[in-house]
């Protein structure tokens, strides 16, 4: 039989071990801020993608009006392939030929069905920061 003590006991311990794995699986999903390129990298209307170093991740960076940069998830939503980038504010994935909104990542044409995801987006210098 298992006294009061020991329940209690094993009670803390099993507290403690799922404390554990929250705390990981959310320090897993922590947003970090990468340095993706430099303002003058990007024209006015246009659109490229990099991936941050130290990460898998491919981030789309436009500058669709002076002065605004605008950030996102690169992937394509249709089947997750690196769009091209931007000309004339218009995202262009060369795959199937969907096409997103350079200021607000909406979809507006092609086979995709969602728009892109959008990053927090912060301008230090003249470094192109962004949050994912
Ligand atoms: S993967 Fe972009 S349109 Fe199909």
Same mark, same amino acid.
């Given at each position: 039989?298992?006294?009061?003590?020991g329940?209690?006991s094993? +009670?803390a311990?099993?507290?403690? $071990?799922?404390?554990?794995?929250? +705390?990981? /699986?959310s320090? /897993?999903? $922590? $947003?970090?801020?990468y340095? =993706?390129?430099k303002?003058t990298?990007?024209?006015?209307?246009?659109g490229? =993608?990099f991936? #941050?170093?130290?990460?898998?991740t @491919?981030?789309?960076?436009t500058? #669709?009006?002076?002065?605004?940069w605008?950030a996102?998830?690169?992937n394509c939503?249709?089947e997750? &392939? #690196?769009?091209?980038?931007?000309?004339?504010?218009? &995202?262009?994935c060369?795959?199937?030929?969907?096409?997103f909104?350079?200021?607000?990542?909406?979809r507006?044409?092609?086979p /995709?069905?969602?728009? +892109?995801? /959008? @990053?927090? =987006?912060?301008?230090?210098?003249?470094?192109?920061k &962004?949050?994912?």
């Open positions: 039989m298992l006294s009061r003590r329940l209690l094993g +009670l311990t099993g507290l403690a $071990a799922i404390g554990l794995s929250t +705390l990981g /699986a320090a /897993a999903h $922590a $947003a970090k801020t340095t =993706v390129c303002t990298d990007i024209k006015i209307g246009s490229k =993608v991936r #941050p170093s130290g990460s898998s @491919y981030v789309l960076i500058q #669709p009006r002076k002065g605004v605008k996102f998830n690169a939503t249709h997750n &392939v #690196p769009v091209a980038g931007a000309v004339n504010n218009v &995202v262009v060369n795959q199937h030929g969907a096409r909104n350079a200021e607000t990542g909406a507006t044409a092609g /995709a069905r969602r728009a +892109l995801t /959008a @990053y927090k =987006v912060a301008i230090s210098g003249t470094s192109v &962004v949050t994912f």
